[in-house]
């Protein structure tokens, strides 16, 4: 290890570790050591089992089979709390703060050194030190639930380290952040990893791994296809690590993108948003007065950082939020408040991150999903239904044995597969899609995209395309939609306008 | 130090010993085991008195058809419930009005004209209506809190429960007033409903009534047909798995809610008034001192032994009635062992109790493994 | 006026302190995120076997307060126990709360009469003498001290220290709350443990102080009273104390409303019906502020092994 001081030695080894969910194998068989005083990137696409590799980590799950070692001693997790313990934190891409809790109960919740009859005041100052150390500054009596997200993952950080953190897990947290804050973390990185510290960095993004790390493991399909040294990275061997022999298509403008299609066509307007607020489930404001106006086959990407309200603009959009104030039009007709029910009679479908959630219900079968939203009469006709879902099966590739399967059994890319057949043909009017291709994986989001683009060319099909990814979101729009803390801070035109002015808006 | 830990993981394998029968018959087992430990710990009952009775009980299953018939009708309105998330424990309240629509309409309304007059026909028609507006009766008590859930986002069990006491009040309060009986001996309780009024009893099988019989069979079939052929049906059972779902849909679930919670309470009603018309013919006093035979609570655990699936109530209920039977058995074949004031219900209610606690444990060994961790 | 007050006293404090404590005990183990179906049945439960302790216990120490006390504590401490294996079992398992808090319901009512008939047995077959404790001026005093304290006690704790944290952290997001490393079994076994011991005293005064005896089905309902007033409150200590004063005046009166023309069967069902009103309109007010709002993961299943 010519790169590691000579005092370095191994604080963790897997060996072997295999996980199965039903119906995937997330892990089949992986071993992987990590060294104090590294930055070390788990990198690999959608699906690959870098999450899942970490949380075996963490003591989040436990293994079906194989070994974990940390400084040389065997060890078992049982939770994360035993991964802790050894010094081991993970932090992942959703701040996992509980909403309803100050910051300072929050953290109380990780330190083991105080018992639990510690009265809660006592570790306000040094959270208040730890978090400018950071070099920012937090309330820590304010509610989890009013923090920004960057402030957030600030806390996240303040937790571990006032854990004594020995091996820092970071699963996707930086990926979205604008580069300045990203900076700001990479330095603390930097700081630890010289202490001795070890840093495992998550990420699907190559630039990034190449940018930080001292060692990569490529990952596919739950299989360590190779760990690099800092010396060896090279971001096309890389890509070719993780997709195998697939070529992977660079970001392409789609047909129908350039200004020339757009000349001269006069938009009519389907969707009129007036000076929206809505509220979070927690009771905050998500949507300060948004006001946007969406044409008739437009498609108007929404881009952001996670947690800046594109949740509860979705849901608005679909009418599964009620907004306390302003108006909403569709097609010419109020539909403020109205629920859900007007919106779908009108032809609207909704592609949902979480689609367990939101679309379908896991506990019944692919059928029952689809009959829920495609069958309008009294009496259910199962049996054309089930040719339905065969034909949605074979057309999207969706891997299932039969119609009448339960839901829950498929894999999340599965599972999504089939949100985008069943939604993709409920949209006679309008698509609201929200992370939609966050399941997906590479080649299936590039058809999905292409698609979007051809419902809205050929078929005159609004697209509200809200996503955290600003690639997708260029890809894909005709108008851009920057949304931060709840408000539009900027529109505009696709064509012609710069990815950093973008990123600069989002993190207003 | 020696640290334990739980890890619990789904199956990915199914076998034999998580069939549905086997885990439905092996709860019963362990149950009826635990149960027999309990009681002779506790009452010195040894387990050949309480597995000889329990054989008596089966054995003369007779006497199990009655209880089985109501459970079946019960316990499939609790299921209906259980598909749209609506834990009916009120079951015992809208039984209650049932049967207060029963003695209504049949002694204190223009209707109770008709039993006496010899008209066949409109005897048999009114009947019916009798029998359907205690179902009606029954609904408008599961709506209320019904109501209370949907738009208030109340939880349903507290409020379920505290009306089953209220329904008690309401007859007693009939009862021992305005509906008080003429011909009652020194006992507080209305008069008996006219002879015309009472349903028919099969020859050979007293226990049983041809329309009780009829109105089961109707009742299990229309509602596995509203369940698993109908578009509502496929609501409510989203409304039970993910509202969320059913709301994104295009639906409005508080709706939904207030229909599921409207036809259980319709069933319960039904069994109600059947109950009246065909074997109680009157209203006692202190009705909730067990004079419903308190099928209503009784009536969960088949709704939860059935897997909350119609196609089980009935196998269900056999079970639930055999379990039920016991405790009364117990006090008719044990007296001596028994303490005194010990109501036979109190038994039942321990089997009922350990016998859905066991299950509920093996039902979650069916579709997850638990692992105890040691750890040194 | 002395009258009054001495009426207040005496009167409403056995009510007072069996829903306060109850109650509270109540809010505890909901503010951990389990769904208390089951808290009618433990408290049926409760009731019984302090009776049964009690029996026993003057029988071999003699009649007198110890014994009385000593059951009081044994009630207090055996619903403890069984109150913290409801709680684990329901976080462990991944079953329907509802499904589990059901079945101790049943199963609560069932032991409680055969425990309340053990001792009925004994005390006829050896003649037992009991104390029980009278509804005195002094006793009433000590109990509404002791009630007092408990109500500071819960809210200190809930709120200033770190186990409080973690009840009410595990309440609101479990998952969350096990990834950063708290035990979530264990903290749900505590919670089970204190808001049970207190549920356990609540059932030992109703029977050792309020009623002074035992008859098949003590108990049943009152639960459920003590439960609406932990709703009433917010689930929140400091107001569950004067909304319990309301919800206790109210049972002790509406007897009394009979003389007032009221049939029996209509004046013992008011308690019942106000309970149920108060719920409603509870749950449709806005709760203003993170602290009134129900613990966000009542009720709902914790189960930790997620889809990859």
Same mark, same amino acid.
């Given at each position: 290890?010519?790169?590691?001081?000579?005092?370095?030695?191994?604080?963790?080894?897997?060996?072997?570790?295999?996980?199965?969910?039903?119906?995937?194998?997330?892990?089949?068989?992986?071993? $992987?050591?990590?060294?104090?005083?590294?930055?070390?990137?788990?990198?690999?696409?959608?699906?690959?089992?870098?999450?899942?590799?970490?949380?075996?980590?963490?003591?989040?799950?436990?293994?079906?089979?194989?070994?974990?070692?940390?400084?040389?001693?065997?060890?078992?997790?049982?939770?994360?709390?035993?991964?802790?313990?050894?010094?081991?934190?993970?932090?992942?891409?959703?701040?996992?703060?509980?909403?309803?809790?100050?910051?300072?109960?929050?953290?109380?919740?990780?330190?083991? +050194?105080?018992?639990?009859?510690?009265?809660?005041?006592?570790?306000?100052?040094?959270?208040?030190?730890?978090?400018?150390?950071?070099?920012?500054?937090?309330?820590?009596?304010?509610? @989890?639930?009013?923090?920004?997200?960057?402030?957030?993952?600030?806390?996240?950080?303040?937790?571990?380290?006032?854990?004594?953190?020995?091996?820092?897990?970071?699963?996707?947290?930086?990926?979205?952040?604008?580069?300045?804050?990203?900076?700001?973390?990479?330095?603390?990185?930097?700081?630890?990893?010289?202490?001795?510290?070890?840093?495992?960095?998550?990420?699907?993004?190559? &630039?990034?791994?190449?940018?930080?790390?001292?060692?990569?493991?490529?990952?596919?399909?739950?299989?360590?296809?190779?760990?690099?040294?800092?010396?060896?990275?090279?971001?096309?061997?890389?890509?070719? $690590?993780?997709?195998?022999?697939?070529?992977?298509?660079?970001?392409?403008?789609?047909?129908?993108?350039?200004?020339?299609?757009?000349?001269?066509?006069?938009?009519?307007?389907?969707?009129?948003?007036?000076?929206?607020?809505?509220?979070?489930?927690?009771?905050? !404001?998500?949507?300060?007065?948004?006001?946007?106006?969406?044409?008739?086959?437009?498609?108007?990407?929404?881009?952001?950082?996670?947690?800046?309200?594109?949740?509860?603009?979705?849901?608005?959009?679909?009418?599964?939020?009620?907004?306390?104030?302003?108006?909403?039009?569709?097609?010419?007709?109020?539909?403020?408040?109205?629920?859900?029910?007007?919106?779908?009679?009108?032809?609207?479908?909704?592609?949902?991150?979480?689609?367990?959630?939101?679309?379908?219900?896991?506990?019944?079968?692919?059928?029952?999903?689809?009959?829920?939203?495609?069958?309008?009469?009294?009496?259910?006709?199962?049996?054309?239904?089930?040719?339905?879902?065969?034909?949605? *099966? +074979?057309?999207?590739?969706?891997?299932?044995?039969?119609?009448?399967?339960?839901?829950?059994?498929?894999?999340?890319?599965?599972?999504?597969?089939?949100?985008?057949?069943?939604?993709?043909?409920?949209?006679?009017?309008?698509?609201?899609?929200?992370?939609?291709?966050?399941?997906?994986?590479?080649?299936?989001?590039?058809?999905?995209?292409?698609?979007?683009?051809?419902?809205?060319?050929?078929?005159?099909?609004?697209?509200?395309?809200?996503?955290?990814?600003?690639?997708?979101?260029?890809?894909?729009?005709?108008?851009?939609?920057?949304?931060?803390?709840?408000?539009?801070?900027?529109?505009?035109?696709?064509?012609?306008?710069?990815?950093?002015?973008?990123?600069?808006?989002?993190?207003? | 130090?020696?640290?334990?830990?739980?890890?619990?993981?789904?199956?990915?394998?199914?076998?034999?010993?998580?069939?549905?029968?086997?885990?439905?018959?092996?709860?019963?087992?362990?149950?009826?085991?635990?149960?027999?430990?309990?009681?002779?710990?506790?009452?010195?009952?040894?387990?050949?008195?309480?597995?000889?009775?329990?054989?008596?009980?089966?054995?003369?299953?007779?006497?199990?058809?009655?209880?089985?018939?109501?459970?079946?009708?019960?316990?499939?309105?609790?299921?209906?419930?259980?598909?749209?998330?609506?834990?009916?424990?009120?079951?015992?309240?809208?039984?209650?009005?049932?049967?207060?629509?029963?003695?209504?309409?049949?002694?204190?309304?223009?209707?109770?004209?008709?039993?006496?007059?010899?008209?066949?026909?409109?005897?048999?028609?009114?009947?019916?209506?009798?029998?359907?507006?205690?179902?009606?009766?029954?609904?408008?008590?599961?709506?209320?809190?019904?109501? =209370?859930?949907?738009?208030?986002?109340?939880?349903?069990?507290?409020?379920?429960?505290?009306?089953?006491?209220?329904?008690?009040?309401?007859?007693?309060?009939?009862?021992?007033?305005?509906?008080?009986?003429?011909?009652?001996?020194?006992?507080?309780?209305?008069?008996?409903?006219?002879?015309? @009024?009472?349903?028919?009893?099969?020859?050979?099988?007293?226990?049983?009534?041809?329309?009780?019989?009829?109105?089961?069979?109707?009742?299990?079939?229309?509602?596995?047909?509203?369940?698993?052929?109908?578009? $509502?049906?496929?609501?409510?059972?989203?409304?039970?798995?993910?509202?969320?779902?059913?709301?994104?849909?295009?639906?409005?679930?508080?709706?939904?809610?207030?229909?599921?919670?409207?036809?259980?309470?319709?069933?319960?009603?039904?069994? &109600?008034?059947?109950?009246?018309?065909?074997?109680?013919?009157?209203?006692?006093?202190?009705?909730?001192?067990?004079?419903?035979?308190?099928?209503?609570?009784?009536?969960?655990?088949?709704?939860? %032994?059935?897997?909350?699936?119609?196609?089980?109530? %009935? @196998?269900?209920?056999?079970?639930?009635?055999?379990?039920?039977?016991?405790?009364?058995?117990?006090?008719?074949?044990?007296?001596?062992?028994?303490?005194?004031?010990?109501?036979?219900?109190?038994?039942?209610?321990? =089997?009922?109790?350990?016998?859905?606690?066991?299950?509920?444990?093996?039902? !979650?060994?069916?579709?997850?493994?638990?692992?105890?961790?040691?750890?040194? | 006026?002395?009258? /009054?007050?001495?009426?207040?006293?005496?009167?409403?404090?056995?009510?007072?302190?069996?829903?306060?404590?109850?109650?509270?005990?109540?809010?505890?183990?909901?503010?951990?995120?389990?769904?208390?179906?089951?808290?009618?049945?433990?408290? /049926?439960?409760?009731?019984?076997?302090?009776?049964?302790?009690?029996?026993?216990?003057?029988?071999?120490?003699?009649?007198?307060?110890?014994?009385?006390?000593? +059951?009081?504590?044994?009630?207090?401490?055996?619903?403890?126990?069984?109150?913290?294996?409801?709680?684990?079992?329901?976080?462990?398992?991944?079953?329907?709360?509802?499904?589990?808090?059901?079945?101790?319901?049943? #199963?609560?009512?069932?032991?409680?009469?055969?425990?309340?008939?053990?001792?009925?047995?004994?005390? +006829?077959?050896?003649?037992?003498?009991?104390?029980?404790?009278?509804?005195?001026?002094?006793?009433?005093?000590?109990?509404?001290?002791?009630?007092? @304290? #408990?109500?500071?006690?819960?809210?200190?704790? $809930?709120?200033?220290?770190?186990?409080?944290?973690?009840?009410?952290?595990?309440?609101?997001?479990?998952?969350?709350?096990?990834? *950063?490393?708290?035990?979530?079994?264990?903290?749900?076994?505590?919670?089970?443990?204190?808001?049970?011991?207190?549920?356990?005293?609540?059932?030992?005064?109703?029977?050792?102080?309020?009623?002074?005896?035992?008859?098949?089905?003590?108990?049943?309902?009152?639960?459920?009273?003590?439960?609406?007033?932990?709703?009433?409150?917010?689930?929140?200590?400091?107001?569950?104390?004067?909304?319990?004063?309301?919800?206790?005046?109210?049972?002790?009166?509406?007897?009394?409303?009979?003389?007032?023309?009221?049939?029996?069967?209509?004046?013992?069902?008011?308690?019942?019906? *106000?309970?149920?009103?108060?719920?409603?309109?509870?749950?449709?007010?806005?709760?203003?502020?993170?602290?009134?709002?129900?613990?966000?993961?009542?009720?709902?299943?914790?189960?930790?092994?997620?889809?990859?």
């Amino acid at each position: 290890m010519s790169f590691l001081p000579n005092h370095s030695q191994i604080v963790l080894r897997v060996s072997n570790i295999v996980k199965k969910f039903p119906g995937v194998t997330a892990l089949g068989g992986v071993s $992987l050591e990590l060294y104090s005083g590294e930055i070390h990137s788990l990198l690999g696409e959608n699906g690959s089992g870098k999450s899942t590799l970490a949380k075996v980590i963490a003591g989040i799950y436990s293994p079906d089979s194989g070994a974990i070692e940390v400084q040389g001693k065997p060890v078992r997790f049982t939770s994360p709390a035993d991964a802790i313990r050894y010094g081991i934190f993970y932090i992942p891409q959703a701040p996992s703060l509980i909403e309803n809790l100050t910051v300072t109960e929050n953290i109380l919740l990780v330190l083991k +050194s105080c018992g639990l009859l510690t009265k809660v005041g006592r570790i306000r100052e040094t959270i208040e030190e730890e978090v400018s150390k950071l070099g920012y500054r937090i309330d820590p009596d304010a509610e @989890a639930s009013r923090l920004s997200y960057t402030q957030k993952q600030i806390v996240e950080l303040a937790k571990a380290s006032i854990l004594g953190v020995k091996i820092l897990i970071v699963d996707e947290v930086t990926t979205y952040l604008p580069k300045v804050v990203r900076e700001s973390f990479y330095r603390y990185m930097r700081h630890i990893k010289d202490e001795g510290k070890t840093i495992v960095l998550i990420t699907h993004k190559i &630039g990034e791994a190449v940018d930080v790390a001292d060692r990569v493991t490529v990952l596919r399909s739950g299989m360590v296809v190779r760990t690099l040294e800092r010396k060896e990275l090279n971001a096309d061997m890389i890509r070719r $690590l993780m997709f195998g022999e697939r070529v992977f298509p660079s970001r392409k403008e789609y047909p129908g993108n350039s200004t020339s299609a757009n000349v001269g066509k006069e938009k009519m307007e389907l969707v009129r948003l007036d000076d929206i607020w809505a509220n979070d489930d927690t009771g905050n !404001v998500a949507l300060r007065g948004v006001t946007l106006r969406v044409g008739r086959g437009e498609v108007l990407g929404v881009a952001g950082i996670s947690g800046n309200g594109q949740k509860e603009l979705a849901e608005v959009l679909v009418g599964l939020r009620d907004v306390k104030r302003g108006h909403y039009y569709l097609d010419g007709v109020e539909v403020t408040n109205r629920g859900t029910k007007a919106i779908r009679a009108a032809g609207v479908g909704f592609i949902p991150e979480a689609p367990l959630h939101y679309s379908f219900s896991g506990d019944l079968s692919l059928v029952e999903n689809v009959a829920i939203t495609s069958s309008n009469n009294f009496f259910i006709r199962w049996s054309s239904l089930a040719a339905k879902v065969r034909e949605f *099966v +074979s057309t999207y590739g969706i891997s299932v044995a039969s119609p009448k399967t339960l839901v829950k059994v498929l894999s999340g890319g599965n599972v999504m597969r089939l949100a985008v057949a069943r939604e993709l043909e409920l949209s006679k009017k309008m698509l609201v899609a929200y992370n939609a291709t966050r399941s997906l994986d590479e080649m299936f989001s590039e058809m999905f995209l292409s698609t979007i683009r051809t419902l809205a060319r050929r078929d005159n099909i609004t697209v509200v395309y809200i996503s955290e990814s600003l690639d997708e979101v260029l890809a894909v729009s005709d108008r851009i939609a920057v949304i931060s803390s709840g408000k539009i801070v900027g529109l505009f035109e696709r064509e012609g306008v710069e990815r950093d002015t973008v990123e600069k808006l989002m993190v207003m | 130090m020696v640290k334990v830990g739980f890890v619990v993981i789904r199956r990915t394998k199914q076998n034999v010993l998580t069939s549905t029968p086997i885990v439905i018959l092996g709860s019963l087992v362990l149950g009826l085991l635990i149960s027999c430990v309990i009681i002779w710990a506790t009452m010195g009952i040894d387990i050949v008195s309480f597995f000889g009775t329990f054989y008596q009980t089966i054995v003369s299953y007779t006497g199990l058809l009655e209880p089985l018939v109501f459970l079946a009708i019960i316990g499939t309105a609790i299921t209906i419930g259980f598909y749209g998330s609506f834990w009916n424990v009120g079951a015992e309240g809208q039984y209650v009005m049932g049967m207060l629509g029963a003695i209504f309409l049949t002694m204190f309304s223009p209707l109770s004209s008709v039993f006496t007059q010899d008209n066949a026909l409109l005897t048999a028609l009114s009947k019916v209506v009798v029998v359907v507006f205690g179902g009606l009766l029954g609904a408008a008590w599961s709506l209320i809190p019904g109501m =209370l859930k949907a738009y208030a986002k109340v939880t349903e069990v507290p409020v379920l429960l505290l009306m089953n006491y209220i329904a008690y009040n309401i007859s007693d309060y009939l009862t021992a007033g305005p509906w008080k009986g003429r011909y009652t001996y020194g006992y507080i309780r209305t008069d008996l409903i006219p002879e015309s @009024a009472r349903l028919t009893v099969i020859p050979g099988l007293e226990m049983l009534r041809y329309e009780v019989l009829a109105a089961v069979a109707l009742i299990i079939i229309i509602a596995y047909i509203f369940l698993e052929h109908t578009k $509502l049906g496929l609501k409510v059972k989203f409304l039970g798995t993910n509202p969320v779902a059913l709301r994104s849909s295009g639906y409005d679930d508080r709706v939904i809610t207030l229909l599921t919670a409207a036809l259980s309470g319709f069933v319960v009603g039904l069994a &109600g008034s059947l109950r009246l018309l065909g074997y109680d013919y009157r209203l006692p006093y202190n009705i909730g001192d067990g004079k419903t035979g308190f099928y209503g609570y009784t009536a969960i655990l088949v709704a939860w %032994l059935s897997f909350r699936d119609i196609r089980y109530v %009935l @196998a269900s209920a056999l079970i639930v009635a055999s379990l039920n039977s016991f405790g009364y058995r117990m006090q008719m074949l044990l007296k001596g062992l028994l303490p005194p004031g010990l109501s036979a219900y109190a038994i039942s209610l321990v =089997l009922i109790g350990v016998t859905l606690i066991v299950y509920t444990i093996v039902r !979650v060994l069916k579709e997850y493994t638990v692992k105890l961790v040691i750890k040194a | 006026m002395i009258e /009054v007050l001495s009426w207040f006293i005496t009167s409403l404090a056995p009510a007072y302190i069996v829903y306060t404590l109850v109650a509270l005990g109540n809010l505890l183990i909901e503010r951990s995120g389990i769904l208390n179906i089951a808290i009618d049945g433990f408290f /049926v439960l409760s009731s019984a076997m302090s009776y049964t302790y009690a029996i026993l216990l003057s029988q071999y120490l003699g009649p007198g307060a110890l014994a009385t006390c000593i +059951s009081v504590v044994l009630t207090a401490l055996t619903a403890a126990i069984a109150y913290s294996i409801f709680t684990s079992i329901s976080t462990v398992l991944p079953v329907s709360q509802g499904a589990i808090g059901l079945s101790f319901m049943f #199963a609560g009512y069932g032991l409680g009469a055969i425990v309340g008939n053990i001792g009925r047995i004994f005390f +006829s077959t050896h003649r037992v003498r009991t104390d029980y404790i009278g509804t005195t001026i002094e006793s009433s005093i000590f109990a509404y001290t002791l009630t007092v @304290a #408990a109500v500071f006690f819960t809210h200190f704790l $809930l709120y200033k220290l770190k186990l409080g944290v973690f009840i009410r952290a595990v309440g609101e997001d479990p998952r969350i709350a096990s990834q *950063v490393g708290a035990n979530v079994v264990y903290i749900r076994f505590l919670s089970g443990l204190l808001g049970g011991s207190l549920i356990g005293l609540g059932g030992a005064l109703f029977t050792l102080w309020r009623i002074g005896g035992w008859s098949q089905g003590q108990g049943l309902n009152h639960g459920w009273l003590a439960y609406a007033i932990s709703i009433a409150g917010w689930r929140f200590p400091l107001l569950v104390a004067p909304v319990s004063v309301f919800f206790s005046s109210l049972y002790v009166l509406s007897p009394h409303l009979q003389s007032m023309s009221l049939p029996v069967e209509v004046s013992t069902a008011i308690p019942y019906a *106000v309970s149920i009103a108060v719920m409603a309109l509870v749950s449709i007010l806005p709760k203003r502020g993170r602290v009134f709002a129900d613990p966000k993961a009542l009720g709902k299943e914790f189960f930790r092994e997620e889809r990859a």
